[in-house]
């Protein structure tokens, strides 16, 4: 039996990540004035299919469209953020996407097609950190 949000804390936030996949490469976007990198991927709006937000946001962050999407997990992490605890819950997919082209969005200033060795070696941010082991 769960329990309502009696005003104690926050309630958890929605969010997708839809990890493009070209051939043995993977995306992953360093976050600004960070040094965290992380997945296409942001909050699900109101209303929104899960599915439809993880492509839009893929959309926006890198110009980019997947095909053959999957569910390949979720990741769920409580930290704070600007003075506040957050509960962050991300479903994450991931697609093909047809070439290693892509544009960057405002929220980030790097991107880098990695092999899935190489994302061990890289600084993911905390709802990233389980991602390598569920592709």
Known sequence: MHQLNRGKKPAPELNVYLVPVHGNMVLLLKRRHTEFWEF????????????????????????????????????????????????????????????????????????????MDEVKFMKLGLNCEDIPGML
């Not at 946001?57 to 953020?81: C, H, M, Q, R, W």
């Not at 605890?85 to 093909?96: C, D, I, P, R, T």
């Open 40 to 115: 296409p991927g942001g909050g699900v709006d109101f209303g929104e299919e899960p599915l439809f937000s993880a492509k839009r946001e893929l959309k926006e962050e890198t110009g980019l469209e997947a095909t053959g999407i999957e569910f390949v997990g979720i990741t769920s992490a409580v930290y704070e953020k600007e003075g506040k605890e957050k509960h962050s819950v991300y479903l994450v997919y991931k697609g093909e996407v047809g070439g290693e082209g892509f544009s960057l969005g405002l929220e980030h200033e790097e991107g880098r097609w990695v092999s």
